[in-house]
């Protein structure tokens, strides 16, 4: 056992506030590089997000067909515009993938709770038909946790605003972060996490690095979820330090110079 250790044995520093891990020494070597350099992302001009939590996607999330019928139900040619409106595309978890998605076709009926003093919250009775299917889920609706000021609405979301952004979007858990960019007014649910605000096509060259992937998303304790407080501390260089503005083949291979990575570094990385 002592000759087993010697041989594949390795020495860690367990410093700083972060979990332990332990590492080969040249996957030490890269960390460090990739660590010593870049800005966390708490720092940066950007807001990350959970999806929507409706308490019952029975109810409140249907498909193409079901959107169909309950526009079909609609009495005037201007109740049915506003319908279409308020029912957007949403993307699950499992719909998500590097670079991006497959559309389950399916829809939010985003009857949502406004924003107190600048969005008014949704009027279930501004919208009949709607409300005609919502009441076939009453005892469910009513009874759930996660609800707005009345059983129709979706629960508080202050962020309501940028869920109409362009967006990067991921998954909460997973072993890669699979990120892709998805179109305003999109929306997404509660497994998914979003980022908004600037950089976006750099950043989500940099998340779906294999660098990242393979050191920094690998070497992380992220049973948890890579929400809000896991994202906050990934450190990422600006784009006028390393401009990610490039195709998808080419972000391994502008990361590898910038941190001066050696060419067993490079080999190590390309082989996980």
């Not at 350099?37 to 193409?64: C, K, M, S």
């Amino acid at each position: 056992m002592s000759d087993f250790v010697q041989q594949q044995g390795t020495r860690c520093q367990f410093t700083g506030n972060y979990s332990w891990v332990i590492l080969s020494a040249i996957e030490q070597s890269i960390k460090r590089k990739i660590e010593a350099v870049g800005t966390p992302l708490r720092d940066w001009d950007i807001n990350i997000y959970r999806g929507v939590l409706t308490g019952y996607n029975e109810a409140f999330i249907v498909d193409t067909a079901k959107r169909d019928e309950i526009l079909g139900n609609c009495k005037t040619e201007d109740e049915r515009k506003r319908t279409a409106e308020l029912i957007r595309p949403i993307l699950r978890g499992r719909d998500i993938k590097r670079y991006g998605y497959d559309w389950a076709n399916l829809w939010l009926i985003n009857t949502h709770n406004g924003v107190r003093g600048r969005i008014p919250r949704i009027d279930i009775n501004d919208y009949p038909a709607v409300k005609q299917h919502l009441d076939k889920y009453w005892d469910k609706i009513s009874s759930r946790a996660d609800k707005g000021d009345t059983p129709y609405n979706l629960r508080n979301c202050a962020y309501l605003d940028d869920l109409s952004k362009p967006k990067i979007v991921y998954r909460e858990i997973g072993v890669e972060m699979d990120a892709c960019m998805v179109p305003s007014d999109w929306m997404i649910n509660n497994k998914l996490y979003m980022i908004t605000g600037k950089h976006l096509q750099h950043l989500l060259n940099y998340l779906n690095s294999k660098i990242f992937n393979r050191i920094i998303l690998s070497s992380a304790n992220v049973t948890g979820g890579k929400g809000v407080d896991f994202m906050a501390e990934i450190r990422v260089p600006m784009p006028n330090q390393c401009n990610l503005q490039c195709k998808e083949d080419e972000v391994d291979s502008i990361l590898s110079r910038f941190y001066a990575l050696s060419s067993q570094e490079i080999a190590f990385i390309d082989a996980q």
